[in-house]
């Protein structure tokens, strides 16, 4: 697509969605918004809105050292990564915005055959219409129980995707999940110790739902305090589906690349990163430099094959949290 | 839900002790011979020994999921026949099969069977049957595959009817006495955590049980397009849980799981009466056949507890999927296997129950002790197929009333033949013909 047809699209976009903030442009001088709030309105009119904090561009050390505690061999080798500027959520997204997306994307309809998808999508487009195709209905409830102001949960991370595709088709703003380094960078919030907030696992409890504190189920997003920079439940809550592939030796493959500024992980693979503790995590997994990844037990309450490319079932412990591209930033 | 791993101890493959396999071997009426496995291509197994023959009946998605299981639990299974009505969906299944069991995988082309007879064919050449297709089958294909002397896994619910559900009890009988197994896809019972909630329940942790709440509210069933080229009756078939006289619709459907746990935490007790409430809201599009899309059902046990139960496929809508046991000095989550009150306590295992029910069939097997769970897969049935006739005839209804009736959704499931007419016909609008509460006669 041309940057002149984007342009017009993302204009066209923003006005049918009914942005009323338009804070992640560039103010006056041209300089970045510190922050904004971002304001979906939904095909019935109601508003939600979240908050975008600017996560400055800058260089940061991605890993763990060889000596800290609990730290596995995945975690290394450290190295120094330099990221661009870009756009976080402060919250973990909420339940309340992912039934929205789910109800308006939604489709009932099994798709048996891969080929019929493709066949849809190729029709869609040459149609011109940029559809999206969302989830198709949850095995249960994809609520499991918990408020709208919790964070959504047990989505695959192609529906983790696709959910931040609606919300650009949505506002016209390029939201896509953080890399994994994205992720770190802001976890660290610019400290250097083991869990970012706070020196001691000690002090966790003032910042992460996690197992000392959770009673082992998720909490409503940003009842515990803030990081460094105004970032809640990075440490604890639910783990956070990232851009990245996974893969053991992802850290020594990026220093032979020498992938330094603004890695976006492995090219290939099959399962990808998750990252942040739980509500069940002990303080080690609440480590900034702690990395999980997509374990097959995550699909065992789907009694079905294939498994849904949708849902987890069950699984209340993975989240998402939403970044954004800042104006004019063309990096993926 | 904990994050820790697995331990669920998988049965093996070992060899089959003498007197064990001999069991196994009278059991297994006729076919664990040298020649009917030769019959299948005996090159492919290991000596043949230790090998469980597992047959698919029906081969949409949870089917294919509980082949996968068969073959996940025991080293030694292989799945040798499969049928569907459709061969498409059978020749998918084989592959995604296949892609998670390369070496366990061996039924050819000559073993894959489609239309209505296929179970026959399917049956004979197995051991053990997995049977999930469309419901009003499932006594049929049970009660074949155990007169033939084989082992059956079969999804609930286990009938749609009370005639089907007296063939499953013969089944159930029968298979008592032939020494087989029969396990049942209800799998709340297979559930680690449910089973520990339970017993403490029973052991006085929520004190007298007050009331219970059953909910399963969600999303609609898959719509499936219709395809140009199909028969009225290849299109009713395809989208299964669309059509009455196919699935029975959602109280015996889906409302089962939350029913077999309320009978479950009341000593296994059968309510004795029900009335319920039913209708279509939303989903009047003649794509979704002629099921209701809302129930609500009030059952009563002898001992005058009740159970409040709901169920709904709507987009839009409140969700929650839920089993509630309200008791003098607490509540229990069966679901969430959490209890609060004056003796709170969360469960904080880890329990895959589909997988679970199949290592335990196959263990079963193999140890020559079968597990039958006809004792609470039929009267649980029943009472979800109570509760759908409540609804569809606005009446009260009682389990004894259930137990004298010999109703069925024509035809019965043996007379079905792929050249047949539905039973049931669109009007000029293309709309199916709904119950009308009230109006409506059943039993």
Redesign the interface.
Same mark, same amino acid.
């Given at each position: 697509m041309k940057r002149s047809t984007l342009l017009t699209c993302t204009i066209l976009l923003a006005c049918c969605a009914g942005i009323l903030t338009l804070g992640a442009a560039q103010g006056p001088k041209g300089e970045l918004a510190k922050k904004y709030t971002e304001t979906i309105t939904t095909k019935d009119g109601t508003k939600l809105t979240f908050d975008m904090v600017l996560i400055p561009g800058g260089t940061f050390t991605m890993g763990s050292p060889a000596g800290e505690a609990d730290r596995a061999e995945h975690e290394g080798p450290q190295r120094q990564v330099q990221l661009s500027p870009f756009y976080l959520c402060t919250t973990e997204t909420t339940l309340e915005l992912f039934l929205i997306y789910y109800?308006e994307t939604?489709t %009932?309809?099994?798709e #048996? %055959?891969e080929e019929q998808e493709a066949e849809l999508a190729q029709a869609q487009q040459a149609a011109g219409v940029n559809a999206i195709t969302g989830p198709?209905?949850?095995y249960?409830? /994809?609520?499991m129980?918990f408020s709208k102001k919790h964070p959504a949960i047990g989505m695959t991370w192609h529906n983790a995707t696709t959910f931040c595709r609606w919300l650009e088709q949505k506002t016209g703003k390029k939201y896509r999940l953080p890399t994994e380094a994205e992720w770190e960078y802001a976890a660290r919030a610019g400290t250097t110790s083991a869990f970012g907030v706070c020196d001691t696992a000690d002090g966790l409890k003032d910042f992460a739902w996690h197992t000392a504190n959770a009673? /082992?189920e998720p909490h409503a997003v940003g009842t515990r305090k803030p990081n460094a920079w105004g970032l809640y439940d990075m440490q604890g809550n639910v783990r956070e589906w990232v851009q990245d592939f996974y893969s053991p030796t992802a850290y020594e493959e990026a220093v032979k690349n020498k992938e330094t500024a603004n890695p976006t992980g492995p090219k290939e693979g099959k399962i990808h990163v998750a990252r942040g503790g #739980?509500h069940? %995590?002990q303080p080690g997994e609440l480590r900034c430099a702690a990395r999980a990844f997509e374990e097959d037990?995550w699909r /065992?309450?789907?009694?079905?094959?294939?498994k849904s490319k949708w849902w987890l079932p069950?699984?209340?412990?993975i989240g998402i949290r939403v970044a954004c591209e800042v104006p004019g930033n063309g990096k993926k | 839900? $904990?994050?820790a791993?697995?331990n669920e101890s998988q049965p093996g493959a070992a060899g089959l002790p003498g007197t064990t396999r001999r069991e196994f071997l009278k059991t297994s009426t006729g076919v664990a011979s040298a020649t009917v496995l030769g019959a299948l291509n005996v090159g492919l197994y290991a000596g043949g020994s230790d090998i469980i023959r597992v047959g698919m009946i029906g081969c949409g998605?949870?089917n294919?999921?509980?082949?996968?299981?068969a073959l996940a639990a025991d080293k030694g299974a292989r799945l040798v026949a499969m049928c569907d009505i459709f061969p498409?969906?059978v020749k $998918?299944?084989r592959e =995604?099969?296949r892609k998670?069991h390369p070496d366990q995988v061996v039924a050819d082309d000559d073993h894959c069977f489609a239309g209505f007879d296929g179970y026959r064919h399917v049956i004979e050449a197995a051991d053990v049957v997995t049977i999930a297709n469309a419901a009003k089958f499932h006594p049929l294909h049970a009660w074949s595959a155990i007169q033939a002397g084989k082992h059956v896994f079969v999804e609930k619910p286990h009938g749609i009817d009370p005639a089907g559900m007296k063939m499953m009890q013969r089944a159930a009988d029968l298979a008592k006495e032939k020494g087989l197994c029969l396990v049942s896809g209800l799998?709340s019972r297979y559930h680690t955590g449910y089973a520990e909630t339970v017993q403490r329940v029973y052991d006085g942790a929520i004190g007298e049980i007050v009331s219970i709440e059953e909910n399963f509210?969600?999303?609609?069933?898959?719509?499936?397009?219709r395809k140009p080229g199909l028969s009225e009756l290849q299109w009713q078939c395809s989208t299964q849980y669309h059509f009455r006289w196919l699935s029975g619709d959602d109280v015996p459907q889906s409302l089962v799981h939350n029913l077999d746990r309320a009978s479950w935490v009341m000593h296994n007790q059968v309510p004795v009466k029900c009335h319920g409430l039913g209708g279509r809201s939303s989903m009047t599009d003649p794509i979704y056949g002629d099921v209701f899309d809302h129930h609500s059902v009030v059952y009563q046990f002898a001992n005058g507890v009740r159970i409040y139960a709901f169920c709904r496929t709507t987009?839009?809508c409140y =969700?929650?999927?839920?089993s509630v046991i309200f008791g003098s000095k607490g509540k229990a989550d069966i679901t969430?296997s959490r209890i609060t009150g004056e003796n709170p306590w969360?469960w904080?295992g880890?329990c895959?129950p589909?997988?679970r029910e199949h290592n335990l069939l196959f263990a079963a097997i193999r140890s020559g002790s079968p597990i039958n769970n006809g004792d609470y897969m039929i009267p649980s049935t029943l009472t979800g197929i109570m509760g759908q006739i409540s609804c569809y005839t606005g009446k009260e209804v009682t389990m004894e009333q259930m137990k004298q009736s010999d109703f069925f959704y024509p035809p019965r499931p043996e007379d079905c033949r792929d050249d047949m007419e539905p039973p049931v016909k669109a009007d000029a609008s293309g709309s199916y013909p709904v119950p009308v509460p009230g109006q409506t006669k059943l039993i």
């Open positions: 109800q939604g %009932a309809k099994k #048996f %055959a198709t209905p949850v249960g409830d /994809m609520t129980g009673n /082992m #739980f069940d %995590a037990w /065992m309450n789907d009694p079905q094959i294939p069950q699984i209340d412990f | 839900m $904990a994050q791993k697995t998605g949870r294919s999921g509980a082949g996968d299981q498409d969906r $998918a299944a =995604n099969i998670r799998q509210l969600r999303a609609p069933y898959v719509i499936i397009d987009t839009g =969700n929650e999927s839920s969430a969360r904080t880890k895959d589909y997988q």
